[in-house]
């Protein structure tokens, strides 16, 4: 009887349930394959799902490389909406983890190492590109910025240029992410792009370009 009632599920928890296994295994053979590489059919057989069947849940591969991309990234909104209502946290050190989770993110993740896909599949399908500015890039931006105005009213932080600040916020992390994915082959990678080492240099710039106090 306890058997029979954990396996009942209403017809959406299933497919929700469907759907993130589907995800996850996409971005998988996404990172292994390109996007080119990655057919509907592939997707299908991995899944052991009929095509027909991952139709249902996703309309075609650009819509199942944005779902990924979108899943993905989610998690770390989330950390980041934490750490933004976290009042115990003083200013410069909320803006510190916040660096933390962008680098963890767009560096070691499966979907931050989707980067350079990211770019390739957004000039051939610019709904990708909306769809990831829209539910990662601009939600995510606007989290960082709520912190930083709130150290600014708190006069931990001194006032910057909103645009300037995000470039010099994730450039870096990004230009460190695409570098590392173009030569991952190299056996002495981390001897040339060493995460902690540009991440904390990075922080303290920040710090020091917000004059943090």
């Known amino acids: 009887m306890e058997l029979k009632e954990s396996t009942m599920k209403s017809d959406q928890d299933v497919g929700e349930t469907r759907r993130e296994e589907i995800m996850r295994i996409s971005t998988r053979l996404f990172l292994e394959n390109g996007f ?21 849940h996703f309309s075609g591969k650009d819509a199942l490389f944005s779902a990924c991309v979108t899943h993905g990234y989610a998690p770390a909104l989330d950390h980041l909406r934490t750490l933004e209502n976290d009042p115990t946290l003083h200013p410069a050190e909320r803006l510190r983890a ?25 000039r051939a399908f610019p709904n990708v590109a909306r769809s990831f500015h829209g539910d990662y890039i601009a939600p995510q931006q606007a989290i960082v910025w709520r912190i930083v105005e709130d150290g600014i009213q708190k006069k931990a932080l001194r006032a910057v240029d909103q645009k300037a600040f995000f470039h010099l916020l994730f450039g870096p992390i990004v230009t460190l992410s695409l570098s590392r994915e173009m030569f991952t082959s190299f056996d002495d990678l981390d001897d040339h792009f060493p995460v902690e080492v540009l991440r904390d240099a990075h922080i303290a710039a920040m710090l020091e370009h917000l004059h943090a106090r």
């Open 36 to 56: 080119a590489g990655t057919s509907m059919s592939k997707v299908a057989a991995a899944c052991d799902m009929t095509k027909a069947s991952l139709y249902h």
């Open 98 to 122: 916040v660096i933390k989770v962008l680098y963890e993110t767009t560096i070691h993740s499966e979907v931050g190492q989707m980067s350079p896909l990211i770019a390739e599949v957004s």
